[in-house]
């Protein structure tokens, strides 16, 4: 159930509804900074701002005919307004309300990440203090090395994720910018106050050099720091699933009652949200590379970029979303078995005390 609810708090930053109201949420915040300035009267201003709305289907009838989103989203506004209408992304490209848009949505998904990565941190700190004191032996190659704790483990766990949490956060100053600059950056229709008014009124910040689209080296970073993380929580689901396995049985996965693992076996019960998490983080790293390959967009802009952001961008926020949850579910309930992991220590009848008789 809390997997299902953190799924639908995040894919709703992603419907179409969502990207229509971020990218009304943009025009009126310049018209907003345009009246500011002086330039769009006041009460044309308070009639925009309070009257704006749009039809998701009546912008998909009107850009079956323009062939141009944004063209039919302003055309779709327009109709809700009167002569002030006039106003509404005046001195405008379309870049500038969609990436900073894109921005705010971005934003407001990796907060929920971030929020998620220390919960699970929490998760992983809890267990780790709960087995502080307990023996297993611990393994290279697979093979049995010397004694640890499964505290120790879930230690080393707890500081990789704080090494994720560092990088999101740096991650999200760097996705947190908008532009309002017009078409190829050139501000030859705007003043600079106009992108400055705009963004503070949005939370975000002005970027500092752009020209007709944010750079894309912003949105690689994202992929790249959401690959590195789902890279890490498949690590530990792949150490759980191992420990899962009958000849070491040292941990699993909590089983409900009910709760069935095999059509002609009925005895089994499968590491299966482990291996989901698994195939999941192979799907969040692919993202990375259309991310990164989209930085090499050409001169000021083109929109190869943008068919591959209407799949990864949703996606990989969403399915981070889910992953984190899922891992979190099995670490604060995941059945530890210290007699198991000590019958495992002993099974060479010390032979991992090898290195002290060596020395």
């Not at 975000?204 to 690689?220: E, F, G, M, T, W």
Request: charged share 25%; aromatic share 8%; proline share 3%.
């Amino acid at each position: 159930m809390i997997e299902r609810y953190a799924r639908e708090e995040m894919s709703s930053k992603w419907t179409m509804q969502a990207k229509y109201q971020a990218w009304l949420d943009v025009e009126k915040a310049v018209v907003k900074a345009w009246s500011r300035l002086g330039l769009i009267p006041e009460d044309d201003a308070k009639k925009i701002v309070e009257n704006a709305g749009f039809d998701i289907k009546r912008i998909d009838e009107i850009e079956a005919v323009t062939r141009h989103d944004l063209i039919a989203f302003t055309t779709s506004v327009s109709e809700t307004l009167g002569e002030e209408s006039r106003w509404f992304h005046y001195g405008m490209t379309s870049s500038d309300t969609v990436d900073t848009a894109v921005a705010l949505q971005m934003k407001s998904s990796l907060e929920l990440i971030i929020e998620d990565v220390k919960m699970i941190m929490e998760s992983i700190k809890k267990r780790a203090m709960e087995h502080k004191m307990t023996l297993m032996v611990g393994r290279s190659h697979g093979i049995h090395g010397e004694p640890i704790t499964f505290g120790l483990v879930l230690a080393v766990w707890y500081d990789e994720m704080a090494r994720h949490l560092e990088n999101l956060e740096q991650t999200l100053d760097v996705i947190s910018v908008g532009q309002v600059s017009g078409a190829m950056g050139n501000f030859a229709h705007a003043p600079l106050e106009l992108e400055e008014y705009t963004c503070e009124e949005l939370g975000l910040k002005p970027a500092p050099a752009s020209n007709q689209v944010i750079q894309r080296d912003r949105y690689a970073r994202l992929a790249t720091a959401l690959a590195l993380m789902a890279s890490s929580i498949e690590k530990f689901a792949v150490q759980v699933r191992h420990w899962q396995r009958t000849e070491v049985y040292e941990c699993e996965e909590y089983f409900a009652k009910g709760q069935k693992g095999s059509s002609a076996m009925p005895h089994k019960r499968n590491p299966i949200l482990t291996e989901n998490i698994t195939g999941l983080a192979r799907m969040i790293r692919a993202y990375a590379i259309p991310a990164m390959e989209n930085v090499a967009l050409w001169h000021e802009r083109d929109i190869s970029h943008s068919s591959t952001e209407r799949f990864w961008l949703p996606d990989s926020f969403i399915t981070s979303d889910f992953m984190l949850h899922r891992m979190n579910n099995v670490i604060a309930n995941l059945t530890v078995y210290p007699k198991n992991m000590m019958r495992n220590l002993n099974l060479t009848g010390g032979l991992v005390f090898s290195q002290r008789v060596l020395l």
